[in-house]
């Protein structure tokens, strides 16, 4: 470890305990000396998905307490909103209706080229018919169509044929499929987070809010050890850990599990 670069980082906001997900997938929890004095800085307007939350999704997807192998995608016709809001009503509607069926998920948003947001679920379903197919993609037109938005935008003359079209699209077999890679959502979570244009917010949308989302029991709940930086850093060291070339201690820490036990830190000295 670098300490010139991490000493300020120690002295100010030293490690206090791991949260250990399984999987070998620690996040590194920090607890501040004293309270910083002043007014957080308000949140601009949100231009892309930051490196922070891009990094916490990765790590969500990487402590999953289930593969999630059935990814649905919640395409919007010719006309689409413009606004965060009405995005995340879409996706809290979806959300609901899954917690109401048990069914654990992961979303995310993109936008394509258009310009149109465009919503990726990952979901652990136990079957997956073709009633459910056509179900899901039902529900979704109904809720797109009946949209305030919607009704505004698309002219009266061209209303059927527009819904005719989404619903085309939305029932198709390839939008809710089956995962079959061995590592499921990681791996669309991975293809996902290397997509830097999908990720920019368009010009002319509004308030965009969060990038992405899942259910709670999604990851189980850590097991926290208590801890400090010397420890954990002698640990990254004695296993020969890539996070040991870093400036400090990352916020996340993947894969350690496969270097050393899991249930407690390798003690310096």
């Known amino acids: 470890m670098d300490v010139s670069k991490s000493s300020i980082l120690r002295q100010v906001y030293p490690i206090a305990r791991l949260a250990d997900y399984g999987s070998g997938n620690y996040e590194v929890i920090r607890e501040a000396k004293q309270k910083l004095q002043g007014r957080r800085p308000t949140r601009g307007n949100v231009k892309m998905l930051s490196k922070k939350s891009l990094l916490r999704l990765i ?9 999630l192998r059935v990814m649905w995608t919640q ?3 010719g006309h689409f909103p413009t606004t965060g809001q009405v995005v995340k009503e879409d996706v809290n509607a979806t959300a609901q209706r899954f917690r109401r069926y048990g069914v654990k998920y992961l979303w995310f948003l993109e936008f394509q080229k258009r310009g149109a947001p465009h919503l990726h679920w990952l979901l652990k379903m136990d079957e997956l018919s073709p009633k459910t197919r056509v179900g899901l993609g039902l529900w979704w037109v109904s809720r797109i169509a009946n949209s305030k938005w919607f009704l505004d935008k698309c002219p009266t003359e061209k209303y059927v044929g527009e819904v005719l079209k989404l619903a085309k699209f939305n029932c198709h077999d390839k939008v809710v499929e089956i995962i079959t890679h061995e590592v499921g959502a990681r791996n669309y979570v991975a293809k996902y987070a290397s997509k830097e244009r999908q990720k920019k917010v368009p010009k002319g ?3 965009v809010g969060r990038f992405w989302g899942a259910s709670r029991d999604v990851v189980t709940a850590p097991h926290y050890i208590d801890t400090d ?3 954990v850093e002698q640990w990254l060291v ?5 996070a040991i070339q870093l400036p400090h201690v990352p916020k996340f820490l993947f894969h350690v599990g496969t270097l050393t036990r899991k249930d407690a830190l390798v003690r310096a000295g």
């Open 59 to 67: 790590f969500t997807a990487q402590s999953l307490d289930d593969d």
């Open 75 to 77: 395409t919007y016709s």
């Open 205 to 207: 949308f509004r308030e």
């Open 229 to 231: 930086d010397d420890e």
């Open 238 to 242: 004695n296993n020969d850990h890539p």
